[in-house]
């Protein structure tokens, strides 16, 4: 059968590209009605294919395909083979090679820690004059050793001058002289000297060695001894008292939610994040405090790198006191002065900051400030998502399962800025109130022509249809306003989150 040629769009760009003549669709359907002849009838065969839209011929020739599908095809076997060998697509350097994306480096870590360290110091001085503060500040290592040589370096300190003094005198020398009276009795070197100085600073007095009254130069010293070594024993023992009470233990039982969340609460877009105590007795006066770490730029050119912003949880209306009893949703309003007032949801998942919220209060059983800290990454803040509910009634209590604690499920959210948010309500409501406005002030001007027309003479009072027929008005009917604003998409059932979107 003859196959003539005709004209049809040219084929797609991704199908392949086949040695074929191009049919009209009358052609089309009397090709497919046509019966088949065997299979052994030669190259005559015609198939209809509906995904490249035009007539496949089957000869006894190979099917070539184009350059372009070759590479196409090889471009894609080689993508799925780098993907299975190298894993997680990874950013390209300069020169193509694979590089890991640099990750964001906190400012304070989940745990609280500041993660910020101090170099170039050269007043270093000024942490000997506050040498109890540097004590505690240290770690539990550093403070054992000190802890052990504060005591173990006056033991032998003064246990030399005991030794040294027997020696001066000549106490050594006089050993199995029972007429000679020594400076401390029993002392023969420098291990028993060693133990008379521990039993006089640590007070223990076993008795076999004394000090005797011929000896001026060790009452001195003894009383030298006794006045240092209190000092020791007080300003060691209290470091390590307060190190031990120390307030930030408090702040490991106050948890933070992993995630920030954004949604919208009383129709407006909040930025909120959890925060609970494990502890059963409270924290009192408990305070919140947020804030933003975001380098920035000013208008001068000035680069200032780590800036701080503060977010407010309700300073003004006084939210941010908080009665710590059960886990509380902290909310952010992300109004006017919010950093976040421009921020879309596109535009967070491209943002580089970081959210640190503290909560200070003092301890309910010791009556010390405790401080807790946290903070959220920008990959760390879920847009469109809820925290879960914890909290349950049961028999004369409220049952909390903090296996919720960290749980959050998607809600309807507008995907645009607050900014956006609030202008298309803006918008709404202005198109609502010009609407409303020109009703009434329309209706009186036709009440009054209607007034008019009916008290003047019938040969005055023209129809105004001209039919003979006046005019009515309906009260409550919508009118055309001129002059306003156009209706936005996703008003007509007053939806601010469709025209957001739209």
């Known amino acids: 059968m003859a196959v003539e040629n ?42 209809v294919s509906e995904e490249l839209g035009h007539v496949i011929t089957a000869d006894a020739t190979k099917v070539k395909r184009s350059f372009q599908s070759k590479m196409a095809e090889r471009e894609a076997t080689a993508n799925q083979t780098r993907k299975k060998t190298q894993g997680p697509e990874k950013e390209r350097g300069r020169f193509g090679w694979a590089r890991a994306r640099r990750k964001r480096q906190r400012y304070v870590e989940k745990n609280g820690r500041c993660n910020v360290q101090h170099g170039n110091m050269r007043e ?64 023969n070197g420098f291990i028993s000297a060693f133990l008379f100085s521990i039993e006089t600073e640590t007070t223990i007095g076993y008795g076999h060695r004394v000090i005797t009254d011929q000896c001026p130069v060790g009452t001195m010293l003894l009383l030298l001894q006794a006045i240092l070594g209190s000092m020791v024993n007080a300003f060691m023992v209290g470091c390590m008292f307060v190190k031990i009470s120390q307030p930030n233990k408090r702040a490991e039982t106050l948890v933070f939610s992993k995630h920030a969340v954004i949604s919208l609460r009383d129709d407006k877009l909040c930025l909120m994040f959890r925060v609970g105590d494990l502890r059963s007795s409270h924290i009192v006066g408990a305070n919140m405090r947020a804030k933003l770490i975001k380098s920035k730029q000013t208008q001068e050119g000035e680069f200032i790198p780590l800036d701080q912003t503060d977010i407010s949880v309700g300073f003004e209306t006084g939210d941010d006191r908080l009665f710590l009893v059960s886990p509380l949703v902290i909310s952010h309003e992300i109004d006017a002065p919010s950093p976040f007032w421009d921020m879309s949801q596109a535009q967070l998942e491209k943002e580089d900051f970081e ?11 010791t009556g010390m400030t405790c401080q807790a800290r946290s903070s959220y990454l920008a990959e760390e803040v879920q847009w469109g998502h809820r925290f879960s509910p914890m909290m349950s009634l049961a028999e004369g209590f409220f ?3 903090y296996g919720a604690f960290h749980h959050t499920f998607e ?41 008019k027309e009916s008290r003047a003479p019938a040969s005055q009072s023209a129809p105004a249809n001209g039919k003979g027929e006046a005019p009515t008005f309906v009260v409550g009917e919508m009118t055309e306003v001129v002059g306003a604003p156009p209706p936005l998409p996703g008003e007509p059932n007053g939806s601010i989150q469709s025209a957001c979107e739209a």
């Open 124 to 187: 270093t001085y000024r942490y000997l004059t506050d040498i109890f503060t540097t004590l505690v500040d240290l770690n539990w290592r550093c403070s054992l050793f000190v802890f052990v040589m504060a005591y173990a370096v006056t033991w032998l300190f003064f246990g030399a001058i005991w030794y040294l003094i027997a020696y001066c005198r000549g106490d050594l020398d006089h050993l199995e002289d029972e007429t000679w009276t020594p400076c401390v009795n029993n002392v």
């Open 355 to 365: 959210i640190v919220v503290i909560l200070e209060g003092m301890v309910e059983a």
């Open 399 to 401: 049952d909390i399962d």
């Open 6 to 47: 005709s004209v049809l769009p040219p084929p797609r760009p991704d199908s392949l590209t086949l040695p074929v003549d191009y049919k009209t669709e009358s052609e089309h359907e009397a090709v497919a009605q046509a019966p088949l002849p065997p299979a052994d009838g030669g190259c005559g065969v015609f198939n």
């Open 411 to 451: 809600v309807d959210t507008p995907s645009c800025s607050a900014r956006e948010l609030s202008l298309a309500a803006a918008r709404l409501d202005a198109h609502l109130y010009w609407s409303i406005s020109s009703r009434l002030d329309e209706e009186p001007t036709l009440v009054q022509q209607g007034d």
